[in-house]
């Protein structure tokens, strides 16, 4: 059970995002909510190469020790975060034109596109 | 060393050679800028069409990226492929071939329609990034693979579509196409993350072999589903895709329709290649021929009441997206049947990715044309325009031309497409038909309604200065206006080329493993 916790976090931190970006009005708490929701996964990739007790996965600085926790999730990871940087410095970007162009941040507002 | 063997490879370093060379070939003035644009579109078609003509004559294609030997999936002593994986096999080879041609067709069209700008050392940047992303999701053969190359489409699409940073409609439309990819693609990234966690592998092929139909993967497949149905535009999920195509310049609406492919493709690939026989009763399978139904009919009676070209074109592309996912879900359906299979199934394959090809070419040429009006005119609203036939024959004609492909009227391409497609599925149910039937009716009606408009009736003062487009434009309009004919001239030779060794590609879920799993080639 408690070996599990790991992912009961990631699902509160994935559903508290999912239903800020529907609930918030906000353009910037949406991104923020989107932040969430990819830290949400960068955990889960994390948390899914645990082992419980394992080392480093380098061979010759983990001794004598054997059980190694997986190195690809953790590559993974990086690379998300990576990916997830710059998408929210565009997202942000995207953003302040529309404050720019708009003169608000309201989602309710910014419609000039329907139909 | 044999320059054929790596194809793939270089089917990715070219885009993004160009994309890095850009800005500084930008600094040296306008013509060498031009000549980069088209020169390394040019060749990157060029290796898409000898890649797709390897796999025709040689199988599929497996590139390992930094092994010791290119085709090494499993060095020694591992029971996993290991290391970055491209397999291409005919279905690949065929949507690259689709995406390559969007891509010159854009590119040369984009190099007098974005001349006026500036910024554009960036915009063939990013415009090379799109490409390489579209091209990278049809050739990779490993899922998180798959995840940086939608990531690298869309970051690149986020910023081309709000590329005319000054106009409100375009910043929301980048905005909101940003906000719902960026969801989606994180949910992709967790199917992959919980695959990985139960089979230890990230590559596709490894993935299908050791499949096991269970509740992991039922959510991991409706993830995946979810997220590239909403990349392709389909119909409960396609609200960002008439912003997007309408407001990006339409170089990149044309280069977008083919991207929106590529998340088709994904959608496929794993449906038939990752689970295939074991994908577990029809659930799946009807609810992609539901998605498509949705689509056909929601995309297009939105359209017709549209007023604005290139926005009305953008809710044609949902329906259209609508008739693949219902060939290639009927297809789906029987794929476990081998009596249906022979009997409707694989022709309703043929016919849902003819559709691909066909709707690659016709679609671009449809936004090329808006574009080339908007170019001409400085107007996007149907209202304001008319009498354009008598100042710009060529773009009419290839405006006809697309428009009469689009709506199904024989001999076009369009209409082999859909026919096979009608023939098809009308085994499965007639009501299927029935609804593909009236979408193109009334794709025809609204085509109709844009050329008398824009195209015939009295001559405006307003329009009286405006003349046909340079040669740029109409040269990426003739690219696609030929493939348009060919497919149109050349039906059977099309279809036996290009079209069955994809679709026999798509079924064969074996052969893609093994080519993987077979300890290379």
Same mark, same amino acid.
């Given at each position: ?5 790991p ?6 931190l ?5 239903v800020?970006?529907?609930m918030?009005?906000?353009?910037i708490?949406?991104?923020v ?5 990819s830290s949400?996964v ?18 010759y600085?983990a001794?004598?020790?054997?059980l190694?926790?997986?190195?690809t ?5 990086l690379?998300a ?9 565009l997202?942000l ?11 608000t ?9 329907r139909? | 060393m ?7 490879? $270089? ?9 890095f ?11 060498? &800028? ?8 040019f ?7 000898l890649?797709?003509?390897?796999? $025709?004559?040689?199988? =599929? ?5 930094g092994g ?6 499993l ?6 492929p290991?290391?970055?994986i491209?397999?291409v ?7 690259v071939?689709?995406?390559s041609?969007a891509?010159?067709a854009g590119?040369?069209?984009s190099?007098?329609?974005?001349? /006026?700008?500036?910024? =554009? ?6 415009y090379?990034l ?8 049809m050739?990779?053969g490993?899922?998180f ?10 970051i ?5 579509v709000?590329?005319?940073?000054? /106009?409100p409609? %375009? ?16 949910i ?5 993350g ?5 089979y ?8 299908g072999?050791?499949?096991q139909?269970g509740v ?10 979810g997220t590239?149905a909403?990349k ?6 396609h ?8 407001e %990006?310049?339409?170089?990149v ?6 991207v ?5 493709y994904?959608?496929? !690939?794993v ?6 026989i ?6 799946i399978?009807?609810? =992609? ?20 070209? /290139?926005?009305l074109?953008?809710?044609h ?10 060939? $290639? ?8 049947? %081998? !009596? ?9 394959? /043929? ?14 040429l $449809? ?5 080339a009006?908007y170019y001409?005119?400085?107007? &996007?609203?149907?209202?304001e325009?008319g009498?354009?036939?008598? &100042? ?5 004609a290839m405006f006809?031309?697309?428009?009469a %492909? ?12 859909k ?26 009606a ?8 824009a195209?015939?009736g009295?001559?405006k003062s307003?329009f009286t200065?405006? !003349?046909?487009?340079p040669?740029g434009?109409l040269?990426g ?10 497919a149109?001239?050349?039906p059977?030779w099309?279809l036996?080329?290009l ?16 080519a ?6």
């Amino acid at each position: 059970m408690i070996g599990n916790a790991p992912f009961f976090v990631v699902g509160l931190l994935f559903l508290a995002g999912l239903v800020a970006i529907f609930m918030e009005k906000n353009l910037i708490k949406i991104a923020v909510a989107i932040s969430i929701i990819s830290s949400a996964v960068n955990l889960f990739l994390v948390a899914l190469g645990y082992r419980a007790g394992g080392t480093i996965p380098v061979h010759y600085l983990a001794g004598e020790e054997t059980l190694m926790v997986l190195p690809t999730p953790q590559a993974m990871t990086l690379t998300a975060i990576v990916i997830a940087l710059a998408t929210t410095a565009l997202l942000l970007s995207l953003i302040m034109l529309v404050y720019r162009l708009y003169g608000t941040l309201d989602v309710d507002e910014i419609r000039r596109l329907r139909g | 060393m044999n320059w054929n063997d790596h194809l793939p490879a $270089l089917l990715l370093a070219v885009p993004l050679f160009g994309a890095f060379m850009a800005p500084i070939v930008c600094l040296f003035g306008k013509t060498l &800028r031009n000549v980069l644009l088209i020169g390394i579109s040019f060749v990157t078609m060029l290796v898409a069409l000898l890649l797709w003509r390897n796999v $025709l004559v040689g199988g =599929i294609a497996v590139y390992v990226m930094g092994g010791e030997s290119f085709n090494l999936t499993l060095p020694s002593g591992m029971a996993l492929p290991i290391r970055i994986i491209m397999e291409v096999d005919a279905f690949s080879a065929f949507m690259v071939v689709c995406g390559s041609i969007a891509s010159f067709a854009g590119a040369l069209f984009s190099t007098n329609y974005m001349e /006026k700008f500036s910024g =554009i050392g960036r915009f063939v940047s990013l415009y090379f990034l799109l490409t390489l992303g579209m091209l990278g999701m049809m050739i990779t053969g490993d899922f998180f693979n798959f995840f940086i190359f939608i990531e690298i489409a869309s970051i690149a699409s986020f910023g081309l579509v709000a590329f005319w940073r000054d /106009k409100p409609e %375009a910043v929301e439309a980048g905005l909101k196409y940003a906000l719902v990819s960026q969801v989606g693609s994180m949910i992709f990234l967790i199917a992959a993350g919980s695959l990985y966690g139960k089979y230890n592998a990230l590559n596709m092929a490894a993935i299908g072999s050791m499949l096991q139909f269970g509740v992991m993967e039922k959510l991991a497949l409706v993830f995946i589903v979810g997220t590239l149905a909403m990349k392709c535009g389909s119909f409960p999920m396609h609200m960002w895709l008439p912003d997007a195509y309408a407001e %990006a310049p339409s170089g990149v609406s044309c280069l977008l329709v083919a991207v929106s492919q590529a998340s088709l493709y994904g959608l496929m !690939r794993v449906c038939f290649s990752l689970y295939g026989i074991n994908l577990g009763g029809s659930f799946i399978p009807w609810m =992609i021929i539901s998605m498509g139904l949705a689509s056909m009919f929601f995309g297009v009676t939105m359209a017709v009441v549209q007023h604005e070209i /290139k926005r009305l074109i953008g809710y044609h592309s949902v329906s259209q997206v609508g008739y693949m996912l219902l060939g $290639l879900g009927v297809g789906l359906l029987v794929l476990t049947d %081998a !009596r249906g299979m022979a009997e409707y199934g694989f022709t309703a394959m /043929k016919g849902g990715i003819f559709h691909i090809f066909n709707y690659t070419m016709y679609k671009g040429l $449809l936004f090329l044309a808006a574009g080339a009006i908007y170019y001409a005119t400085g107007k &996007r609203d149907l209202n304001e325009m008319g009498g354009l036939a008598r &100042r710009m024959p060529f773009t009419t004609a290839m405006f006809v031309i697309a428009a009469a %492909a689009i709506s199904g009227l024989p001999p076009f391409n369009g209409f082999v497409s859909k026919l096979l497609i009608y023939e098809s599925v009308f085994a499965v149910h007639p009501a299927l038909t029935v609804v593909a039937l009236l979408t193109s009716v009334l794709t025809l009606a609204s085509f109709v309604k844009v050329f008398q408009t824009a195209f015939l009736g009295p001559e405006k003062s307003v329009f009286t200065g405006v !003349r046909e487009v340079p040669s740029g434009m109409l040269f990426g309009m003739g690219v696609l206006t030929l493939a348009v004919l060919g497919a149109t001239l050349f039906p059977s030779w099309t279809l036996s080329n290009l079209v069955e060794p994809a679709a026999k590609a798509l079924v064969d879920q074996a052969g893609y493993i093994g080519a993987v799993m077979g300890g290379g080639l």
